[in-house]
C-alpha cells in the first residue's frame, strides 16, 4: 500500500499494484526525460490540462524507478493500467502534486 505521506502512489499495472515515489533522483531523471522545459514547465502543463501522453509516461516511469520498481518505460506503454489512460493522467498527476506538498484528507 501506498503511504501518501512519503509521497507515494499506488497505481495497478497489469494486474500488480506498485507504489511509486519521486525520489530526487527520479526527479533528476525525469528532468532529463522531458521533450521541453523544467520541472516547473511540467506542473504548468498538468494544472492547465496541456499535458502530453508523453508525460504521463515519463512520470509514470521516474516514480517507478523512485518506488524502486524495475519496470522500464517500454515496459510500461504496453502495459494494462488499471481505469487506462485516464486512470494513468490521475496517478501521474496525483504523484507530481504528492511530491511538492503535503496530502490532504479525501473527501
Known amino acids: 500500500m501506498a503511504n501518501p ?3 507515494e502512489v499506488e497505481i495497478t499495472i497489469d494486474g500488480k499494484p506498485y507504489a511509486l515515489k519521486l525520489t530526487l533522483g527520479a526527479l533528476a531523471g525525469l528532468e532529463q526525460s522531458l521533450a521541453e522545459g523544467s520541472l516547473v ?3 504548468q502543463r498538468f494544472e492547465a490540462g496541456r499535458f ?3 508525460d504521463i509516461l515519463a ?4 516514480g517507478l ?3 524502486g520498481h524495475s519496470l522500464s518505460a517500454e515496459e510500461l506503454a504496453q502495459a494494462d493500467i488499471v481505469a487506462g489512460p485516464l486512470g494513468a493522467a490521475r496517478v501521474a498527476a496525483q504523484l ?3 511530491s511538492f506538498s503535503l496530502p490532504r484528507p479525501e473527501a
Do not use: F, W
Open 5 to 7: 505521506y512519503s509521497g
Open 41 to 43: 514547465d511540467l506542473v
Open 52 to 54: 502530453s501522453a508523453r
Open 59 to 62: 512520470l509514470l516511469a521516474a
Open 65 to 67: 524507478e523512485g518506488g
Open 96 to 98: 507530481l502534486a504528492r
